[in-house]
């Protein structure tokens, strides 16, 4: 029997005598059975209690060495699985530690590998960013000493336009290029009539224009305004400049249609050409003030620039070449007219010939036919009559001529 249970019958005895001795005292004392039983009860509870207190405390030590005991062996179990467990966990993590220890050496190795080509790969970059750093310096040095140049010669032509003879030369130039690019000759498709100077009113240059026809083209253009405009700073003078440079352009359409350039009498076309040298100026006419070409082809000007102009020429080019061509075409349609004659006399004495080959032909087949067989036979009759007779034929004088011909002379 276990001792919890042994315990708990004590108690129960315990609890059964009390009650005993009580009802014996009550019987004993009945006057004080009342004031008795209180003091019993009391002390039978007061017992009662520490006895339970006392029985707690057994339990309780009971139950704490039962439950030390389970948990100690609870413990040792657990301990020992726990062991077993985390001994098979090491063994399996060991393994897994082991396969885990070889991908990363491998991906150590691949890793090594590409660090390795990316290095090779860093250093050719790095080489080839040095070689093109070079080549970029060299690039932009000589693109610095270009622009230098550029600058030089910007610089240089800017003072050379200053001057307003220098301008026109460069006009004359720009033209000139413009008429060898469209294939003109001069003194076949155009003539210089006077080199450009300062104040005249001569055209510059005439170009041959079908039936006799010239046109005339200026290049003298002023561009002093203009100049000025460009370098101005302040946008009054800017204005300024721009206002007096429109009124030289108005005023030099105005000169150039004199006489000088549309004369009729001299077999001159009804419009002039005035050459600007330069396809921005052309453009900053065109851009402030579109009636200035209004006005100019009203008065029978045409302003030409550089691309314009080769335009216009290719234009005369074609009309003269077309010229020539018809006027070639009619000249060889003459000469067909000419030689349709001659050959209708030809084919009359051609046809007129061959009715005498004809009648010749005629002839000599009469005297091959019937005049040879008249003559032969009274020759055979001879020849007869010979052989007959016994005559020798005498010799042939013609063969005897022709041997002594050709034997030497005595010497």
Not at 49 to 71: I, N, P, Q
Not at 378 to 394: V, Y
Request: proline share 3%.
């Amino acid at each position: 029997m276990t001792e919890p249970l042994v315990i708990i019958l004590v108690f129960c005895g315990g609890v059964a005598f009390g009650a005993a001795v009580v009802l014996l005292v009550n019987a004993i004392r009945r006057p004080d059975t009342a004031a008795l039983a209180e003091h019993l009860a009391g002390r039978a509870e007061e017992q009662r209690l520490e006895d339970l207190r006392a029985l707690v405390e057994r339990m309780k030590d009971s139950f704490g060495a039962l439950s030390f005991d389970a948990l100690t062996r609870n413990s040792r179990e657990f301990l020992q699985l726990a062991h077993e467990t985390l001994a098979r966990q090491s063994q399996a993590g060991q393994q897994e530690l082991e396969g885990k220890k070889r991908l990363i050496d491998q991906n150590l190795d691949a890793i090594r590998n590409d660090l390795q080509r990316v290095q090779g790969l860093v250093f050719e970059l790095e080489k080839d960013r040095e070689q093109k750093f070079g080549q970029l310096t060299n690039q932009l040095r000589e693109t610095a000493e270009q622009t230098e140049r550029l600058r030089q010669t910007s610089e240089q032509l800017r003072n050379a336009l200053a001057s307003r003879d220098v301008r026109g030369q460069w006009g004359q130039r720009m033209a000139e290029d413009v008429l060898r690019l469209a294939g003109f000759l001069e003194g076949i498709n155009y003539i210089k009539q006077k080199a450009v100077t300062t104040g005249t009113t001569i055209p510059d240059y005439t170009f041959f224009l079908p039936q006799q026809l010239k046109v005339n083209m200026d290049v003298k253009f002023p561009l002093d305004n203009y100049v000025q405009f460009m370098e101005a700073q302040s946008e009054t003078d800017r204005v300024g400049y721009k206002r007096r440079f429109l009124a030289d352009v108005r005023a030099r359409i105005k000169e150039v249609t004199t006489r000088d350039y549309i004369n009729p009498a001299d077999h001159t076309v009804d419009y002039v050409l005035v050459f600007i040298p330069n396809e921005q100026v052309y453009g900053f006419i065109n851009e402030h003030d579109r009636t200035v070409m209004d006005d100019a082809l009203k008065q029978k000007v045409i302003l030409c620039s550089p691309l314009t102009l080769y335009a216009i020429l290719a234009v005369i080019r074609q009309a003269v070449d077309n010229f020539s061509l018809e006027q070639t075409a009619a000249e060889m349609l003459s000469l067909l007219g000419s030689f349709h004659k001659q050959w209708e006399a030809f084919v009359k004495a051609l046809e007129k010939m061959g009715k005498r080959i004809d009648e010749a032909q005629q002839e000599y087949h009469t005297l091959t036919g019937t005049r040879r067989r008249a003559l032969e036979r009274p020759l055979q009759q001879i020849e007869e009559i010979r052989k007959q007779r016994g005559i020798e034929p005498a010799p042939d004088l013609t063969d005897e001529a022709g041997e002594d011909a050709a034997s030497p002379a005595p010497s």
